[in-house]
């Protein structure tokens, strides 16, 4: 009895808001994904697997595989990778820049990180039309790129700046009286203690990176749908929940996968190891 209680005082509510919260809605996405499509934004017995096929490309009509939702999950994948790389080779040494400044401009440059947040997310988006249309550079995929860069950066850059913060400088005065070059020195004892937060900023930037629609179809000209469009488009104007509730949830899964691969990984090698 006194067991169950200190579970309820302490993970208890956590449990409970991960299942109303997570666990819940998911499920009801799954339930959603396997009923039948009866009319504009309404869905219905039977039960069918019918809008699983159609997300990994059969269709059931033609009794053919046409594998466009897998391609489209591919380039969202590509995408969303390509545009973390590209904040974390700008946000790695931004983060190093601001938390090596004196505390008054430290301040100052993380104020002006943040500030961007006080604007609508769709406003900023559209800024860059302004600025990219008298370059030749909208509608495309660069300016896509661009945008996305710009509009997750600050989730590598925080996480980062707070490992680095934290970092040890005693290990680096070791290293080079030890006689390790620069780049070792960064690499052995520098690295490995910023890199929690370079895993944290990763995951913070990749997963809303997935599944972004607005940024594409803003910036990209609607000319490169990406999965996040996709089901954007089945809740809105195609009014096909089921089927975009389907998508939601292979969006999701993939999601969950890879964070599952990397703590697995961490749970195989040891956290203090990983990270």
């Not at 159609?54 to 009794?63: C, I, N, S, T």
């Not at 990778?81 to 430290?106: D, H, M, N, V, W």
């Not at 600025?131 to 660069?142: E, F, Q, W």
């Not at 089901?231 to 089921?242: L, Y």
């Amino acid at each position: 009895m006194l067991t169950l209680r200190r579970f309820l005082a302490t993970l208890g509510p956590g449990t409970f808001w991960l299942l109303v919260f997570l666990v819940l809605p998911m499920l009801i996405v799954l339930g959603y994904s396997l009923l039948t499509r009866t009319d504009v934004g309404q869905v219905g017995l039977p039960v069918t697997l019918e809008n699983w096929q159609r997300v990994f490309g059969y269709d059931a009509l033609f009794e053919e595989f046409v594998p466009d939702n897998l391609l489209v999950l591919w380039r969202s994948v590509w995408v969303a990778g390509l545009s973390t790389l590209l904040c974390a080779l700008l946000g790695y040494p931004l983060a190093f820049y601001i938390a090596l400044q004196s505390e008054r401009r430290k301040g100052l440059l993380l104020l002006l990180l943040i500030i961007t947040f006080w604007t609508n997310f769709l406003i900023r988006i559209y800024a860059w039309i302004i600025i990219l249309r008298p370059l030749g550079l909208y509608p495309s995929t660069l300016a896509v790129f661009l945008g996305m860069t710009y509009a997750y950066l600050p989730f590598l850059v925080l996480p980062v700046y707070a490992s680095v913060e934290k970092v040890d400088w005693r290990l680096v005065e070791a290293a080079e009286d030890l006689g390790a070059t620069p780049f070792r020195v960064f690499w052995a004892a520098v690295f490995p203690q910023t890199l929690p937060g370079l895993v944290a900023g990763v995951i913070l930037t990749f997963v809303p990176a997935l599944g972004t629609f607005v940024v594409s179809d803003i910036l990209g000209g609607a000319k490169a749908a990406l999965v996040g469009n996709l089901v954007q488009n089945q809740f809105g104007q195609s009014g096909d929940w089921a089927y975009g509730s389907a998508l939601s949830f292979l969006l999701l899964a993939v999601v969950l996968l890879g964070l599952w691969l990397y703590a697995r990984a961490a749970g195989q090698r040891g956290l203090e190891d990983l990270v």
